[in-house]
């Protein structure tokens, strides 16, 4: 078994940023002599391809399937048969929900070396050793797979770096085996926002959590936030109580604050979930009473104390 | 036989005899109908669940007797009232009594063996008493419609807050109407009596023993001169009286038949309320029958009798309604518009001869005479109107059973359900892990004893609040340093403590209370010790009042009788007086709950104090709204807390410097409502612990501490 | 119909924790133990179904754990579960999610069941892959992420929606008999009182071995696992530069780090 085959995801025609940081993740497992594949599944390739011409990648495998949007059976035959054909000694998936949907199964039936969540990861004594979470992020885990010859793991995102420069890798098709498929994707819903605030152009940010106790309590921080010029963000919590709009809420299935540059955490405890969303931004300054609180160990600044007289005292000074 | 003597009313005199019969027929007709009334009642009630009443029925009657008797609880808080009652009630007790005693010699003491006393010195004495009574009454009865339809107290208003314009049973205007016909029917009563007095006498001027002796009933002889200076001649004066005394005979057994079935019943109904009363209702709760299938009160006739009778005894005074710190915020709450609301269910459902069909008996709802769940989440058991009411109904237990069918549903705020699960998780609210709850005493410079290991004098039982709220903690730790500079030998459970279950109860958990106060109650087995002393209110009532009927009997004392004790022995020194004006909130559960005003007031007069008390002040303290497991669920927004209407009574005496709690909930809701309130800078809010601190300051090696 | 909920006991850290002494994970003594969070919601999903169908329906609880996880499974009862079914034995210890999806399939079939739901994942470990793996080792269509689920017992297929990343919602048809893995939100999670679980106690909890599912010691634990722990150990915290200071200090500082930024980006 020799090489990496990364599985790109792509999503209503458009590539999932995901997919690069998986090259970059494939680009440090590679032994001499082994090559990376690339693989996309899409109905036709098209404008996929380009992105995916990074430094590094050798192949990519244009993977011609009927279903123009994931779905578990046709990515389970088609990888499956990836896999019998080119033998990778790693395969790459990102920890996503498509991923969710089908790579537990994959591994399962064909009996692969499996881990999620890993970010990282590294052959020690030649032998494949990934790094996840335990306990609630809380403490780190080192895996391998003694007696697996192929492994499949799922990264977890914003931790890997895509490769930066450009490549001219070979461009090569793949017929999927035909599979009739037990799930039939109908259409994209999505949430109406209820205001007009965009998340993602933020540049500064300032977020609830679930320490702010109860909704009486968001009118505050609302004026707050209106007082230093922030936008006014929540953690799941918050929006799932109803207490904000889903549109406000940063995190894994809420929005990235990708233009962030100043992130203010209040009362936000720094779940996993929502720490997928900001912990990326270059200034994050967390306020929580929990001393203990994974927030703190993502941010640059941090305070702890209670949110609620620290919320009244940057009001006086504005 | 002198004159004199001789002088009496003769019964019926000049009536035919089918006339006598008449009346006789209608008086036991009255009596049939309102025995027939009697027993609709008794049915009603024999519907609702068993209760065993505890304590002796001897000491009960003699405990309602006097009560009934002096009319204490009707004048409390409003003396003018209570006056008024007190004139009402001795008027119509006594001529009750009069004609009581009129047909005693009449009908059964004279026919049977020839007794007659009613006649002569008795007979005249007899008739000047009444004709005062009727006075009385008739005065009270008067002040009573001035009370209505001029001062209007607002307690009287039955506008409700827990419906809206539009449902069915928003207006009540059959109360109104009840209300005015029942006085006027006693002032008409009260008036005819008269007139009819004055007729008689008018018609029997011509009669000596009857015209001479007529100022005996002074009142009587007066509208008698009055009708005569109108014209009115013997004969007329016959015919008045005739018309008359068929009018006042027929209105007053009227009145009589229909007392079962109106407000005329709280004759009898407020006195056996009074009688049947609990005096711990709300301090300690009932346990859940073992044989109960589902917790709490699901329908009507899951209520037990004492709770049905309870919903007759209420008069609709208001007093509770006035009473109630959530009804004053806005909340839909009323504790009299839930007993008048159960009260109308109960009446409609359980009076005639077939019970409904279950579902037709839940009285959780939103229809008419159902409790909707909004106004039973809103209450705070503070018991202010368990406490003041005067016919002693017991609306926090009503409140609270039902509460439990709501826990039982899971029909509560989602914050409320994960706090209850928090609890049960880890034993306290807030969420931290049991080896936290005593690592607030870590920073101190000397060690507190373990209590599970190491036998104690005084176990002290701190509570969740006081362990583990930031602000709290301080005080916690003060006390602690007093109690070690004081040479006291305490220790604490920690680990072993979990929360003393009070407000879990309140919230309706059952369940969960029981798994708390058990554990609780096995700590305390296992450690060994005198007294329980505790800083927290809450925890303190339902260890000295609920645990016993879970297998714990502790002696305890909240801190500041406890405090008292050592200042007393010496063992603190008030080096530094406080001199400032000062305010103290009584806490529901220390003050109105067990009673405990005093030791707080001495302890501030000790320490120099000037205590200026706020107009609602011991039995009527305020409650700061976290009771009931309200600091669990969130206040609507925009509307006034509990908590905030006190700090603005506080606001409103000039000079006031400290603002005094003595519980840790209390401390947390005044600091905020302090801030919110938009008082901060004015007073400050203190924990009398904190006051203490200053007048005795640390020896000087710890001086660093203080 | 039957519909089964794998559920899962997962353990919390409690304060100042201790790796044990093979390093490969933390001593019994400091974690905490509850019912995931997520299945809370795939109990409930399950249990509305059930009320809400005319024809019987069957929810049964089901966890791979030692004795220690009846408790989790009392609170399955309390909640609507008809009945709570335990697998156990020594050589499942150190099973990783795929060896104990092989369990939960070999009860799936024993029972002959009809749906299967699970959480998406535990919010211990977050494998998020024991429900799909079960799904594939029962050849079951399966589907991940369910944010919202409408099936009508009986049916030969379910609509429901994945909840993706973003916030976006993706509608999906799927043929049934099926294995989900549902997601927090789907629903609102009834409080199952004091009293409820007391009572459930008196429920028993049905034991099998995994002979009396025809497995053996090759299925489970690190034999049957794809993976295998090496160490655990607690990693170096970046921890952020703490601001000190009573809260007016600190918020004064605050202002200025914001007043620097805008002074930056003006």
Redesign the interface.
């Known amino acids: 078994m020799s090489g990496v085959l990364v599985i790109a995801e792509q999503r209503r025609g458009e590539l999932r940023p995901v997919s690069l940081e998986l090259i970059g993740a494939a680009e440090s497992l590679r032994r001499d002599g082994d090559s990376v594949a690339v693989a996309l599944l899409a109905p036709s390739p098209g404008t996929l391809i380009e992105p995916l011409k990074l430094a590094g990648v050798d192949e990519i495998v244009a993977v011609k399937v009927a279903a123009s949007e994931f779905d578990p059976d046709t990515f389970e035959s088609a990888v499956s048969a990836l896999i019998a054909e080119r033998k990778p000694d790693v395969v790459l998936v990102a920890h996503s929900v498509d991923s969710f949907g089908f790579a537990a199964a994959l591994a399962a039936k064909l009996g692969l070396g499996f881990a999620t969540d890993v970010f990282k990861v590294e052959r020690q004594d030649g032998e494949l050793v990934a790094t996840r979470g335990g306990y609630g992020q809380k403490v780190n885990v080192e895996v391998d797979f003694p007696g697996r010859t192929t492994v499949l793991l799922a990264l977890r995102g914003n931790v890997f770096k895509p490769p930066e420069q450009r490549g001219s890798p070979l461009v090569t098709e793949f017929s999927a085996p035909p599979v009739s498929s037990r799930s039939t994707g109908r259409e994209f819903v999505e949430l109406a926002a209820t205001d007009d605030v965009d998340m993602t152009a933020a540049e500064f940010i300032l977020t609830i959590g679930r320490g702010i106790?109860?909704?009486?309590k968001v009118?505050q921080f609302k004026e707050l936030a209106d007082a230093i010029g922030a936008t006014l963000g929540c953690s799941r919590p918050i929006a799932d109580?109803g207490w904000l709009p889903k549109s406000r809420q940063v995190g894994q299935s809420g929005k990235t604050a990708s233009a962030c540059k100043l992130y203010i955490a209040m009362g936000v405890s720094g779940a996993i979930q929502h720490l997928a969303g900001m912990k990326h931004v270059a200034t994050i300054v967390a306020v929580n009473?929990d001393a203990e609180a994974s927030i703190f160990g993502v941010a640059k600044y941090g305070i702890v104390g209670?949110i609620f007289e620290i919320s009244?005292e940057l009001r006086r000074c504005f | 036989m002198s004159r004199t003597d001789a002088v009496t009313r003769i019964l019926f005199e000049a009536f035919p005899t089918v006339e006598v019969r008449l009346f006789y027929v209608l008086g036991y007709t009255a009596i049939a109908v309102f025995l027939y009334g009697v027993y609709v009642q008794i049915r009603k009630y024999r519907r609702g669940a068993a209760l065993k009443l505890e304590g002796s029925i001897y000491s009960r009657l003699l405990d309602m007797t006097v009560k009934v008797l002096d009319q204490r609880t009707v004048a409390r808080r409003d003396a003018a009232a209570g006056g008024a009652h007190r004139l009402i009630f001795y008027g119509f007790v006594l001529l009750f009594l009069g004609t009581a005693t009129i047909t005693l010699q009449y009908d059964i003491l004279e026919p049977l063996f020839g007794i007659r006393f009613w006649h002569g010195e008795f007979y005249l004495i007899f008739s000047l008493v009444l004709d005062i009574a009727g006075i009385a009454m008739l005065a009270g009865l008067l002040y009573m419609m001035y009370r209505r339809g001029w001062l209007k107290p607002p307690k009287l208003d039955y506008a409700r807050p827990d419906r809206a314009a539009g449902d069915a049973d928003f207006e009540r205007p059959q109360y109104r109407r009840e209300d005015w016909a029942f006085l006027w029917t006693l002032v008409v009563i009260g008036a005819t009596g008269y007139l009819l007095e004055a007729a008689r006498l008018v018609w029997l001027e011509a009669r000596p023993d009857v015209w001479d002796t007529r100022w005996w009933s002074p009142v009587g002889a007066l509208i008698a001169e009055g009708l005569q200076r109108l014209g009115l001649d013997a004969h007329g004066g016959g015919v008045l009286r005739l018309s008359l005394w068929w009018f006042h005979g027929i209105l007053a057994l009227v009145f009589i038949a229909l007392i079962p079935f109106t407000k005329v019943k709280h004759i009898f109904t407020a006195a056996a309320s009074l009688m049947v009363r609990d005096p711990l209702a709300a301090q300690r709760l009932p346990r859940?029958p073992e044989n109960q299938a589902a917790?709490g009160v699901a329908k009507i006739t899951d209520f037990n009798w004492k709770q049905l009778l309870n919903l007759d005894a209420c008069t609709k005074c208001g007093r509770c309604h006035e009473a109630c710190p959530a009804r004053a915020v806005g909340a839909p709450l009323s504790p009299r518009d839930v007993i008048l609301s159960l009260r109308e269910f109960a009446n409609a459902s359980l009076q005639s001869g077939k019970l409904p069909e279950a579902a037709e008996l839940d009285v959780h709802g939103k229809s008419s005479g159902q409790v909707a769940q909004e106004t039973l989440w809103s209450c705070r058991t503070c018991m202010a109107c368990v406490e003041i009411c005067p016919v002693a109904v017991e609306h926090v237990p009503i409140i609270v059973q039902m509460r439990r069918k709501l826990?039982?549903d899971?029909a509560?705020d989602?914050?409320l359900?994960k706090t209850?699960?928090t609890i049960?998780?880890t034993g306290n609210s807030f969420g931290e892990?049991k080896?936290?709850r005593g690592a607030w005493s870590k920073s101190l410079p000397f060690k507190i004893k373990d209590a599970r290991k190491e036998p104690v004098e005084v176990l002290w039982f701190v509570g969740d609040y006081a362990s583990f709220d930031?602000r709290n903690q301080k005080v916690t730790q003060t006390f602690a340093t007093l109690l070690h500079e004081a040479g006291v030998d305490f220790g604490i459970l920690y680990d072993g403590e979990s929360n003393a279950g009070n407000d879990v109860r309140r919230v309706g958990?059952?369940?969960?209370y029981?798994?708390l106060a058990g554990a609780n109650i096995a700590a305390l087995e296992g450690a060994s010790f005198k007294t329980i002393v505790t800083t927290d209110p809450h925890s303190y009532n339902t260890i000295r009042n609920e645990y016993p009927d879970f297998g714990g009997k502790y002696e305890i004392q909240h801190y500041t009788s406890f405090l008292k004790q050592l200042f007393a022995a010496g063992k603190l020194k008030v080096e530094q007086p406080v001199k400032r004006r000062a305010t103290f909130h009584d806490p529901c559960h220390l003050g109105r709950f067990n009673k405990g005003y005093e030791a707080p007031r001495e302890l501030l007069k000790l320490l120099g104090c000037e205590l200026v008390e706020m107009g609602r002040c011991r039995d009527n303290s305020f409650c700061c709204g976290a009771g009931g497991g309200r600091i669990w669920i969130?206040?609507?927004?925009?509307t006034e807390k509990p908590a905030q209407n006190r700090i603005r009574e506080a606001a409103a005496i000039p000079g006031l410097e400290v603002y005094v709690v003595s519980c840790p909930k209390d401390l947390t809701m005044f600091e905020d409502a302090l801030?919110t309130t938009g008082n901060e800078g004015k007073f400050v809010v203190k924990e009398l612990i904190e006051l203490i601190r200053e007048a005795v300051p640390a020896p000087r090696a710890e001086a660093a501490l203080a | 119909m039957k519909i089964m909920v794998a559920v899962k006991q997962v353990a919390a850290l409690?304060?100042?924790f201790e790796i044990g002494e093979d390093g490969r994970d933390v001593s019994e003594d400091f974690l905490?133990r509850?019912l995931n969070e997520w299945d809370d919601f795939s109990l409930e999903e399950a249990v509305k179904i059930k009320e809400a169908s005319a024809q019987a329906v069957e929810v049964i609880a089901v966890t791979v754990a030692p004795e220690s996880a009846d408790e989790a499974l009392r609170k399955c009862l309390a909640k609507g579960a008809d009945r709570a079914l335990r697998v156990w034995d020594e050589s499942a210890q150190g099973s990783d999610s795929i060896a104990i999806a092989r369990i939960l399939a070999a009860v799936a079939k024993a029972e002959s069941v009809d749906l299967v739901f699970a959480g998406v994942q535990s919010s211990d470990h977050s494998f998020a892959s024991t429900g799909i793996a079960t799904g594939a080792l029962l050849g079951w269509p399966h589907a991940a992420v369910v944010s919202a689920l409408d099936y009508s017992p009986g049916s030969k297929s379910a609509v429901f929606r994945r909840e993706l990343e973003g916030g976006l919602l993706h509608e999906v048809e799927i043929q049934c008999p099926a294995v989900l893995t549902i997601q927090l939100g789907i629903n609102?999670p009834?409080?199952?009182?004091?009293?409820?679980?007391?009572q459930a106690a008196a429920k028993p909890i049905e034991v099998k071995t995994l002979s009396d599912l025809s497995l053996g010691k090759g299925d489970v634990g690190a034999s049957g696992s794809h993976s295998r722990v090496r160490r655990m150990y607690i990693p170096d915290k970046s921890r952020a530069e703490l601001i000190e200071g009573d809260p007016a200090q600190q918020a004064q500082r605050l202002a200025q780090i914001i007043r620097e930024f805008k002074g930056d980006a003006a």
């Open positions: 106790g109860e909704e009486a009118a109580a009473s209670d009244e | 859940v917790p826990v039982e899971g509560m989602p914050i359900t209850l699960q049960h998780k892990s080896r936290k930031p958990e059952e369940g969960l029981e798994v969130p206040d609507p927004v925009g801030k | 409690d304060e100042d905490i509850d609102t009834r409080y199952a009182s004091l009293r409820s679980i007391k």
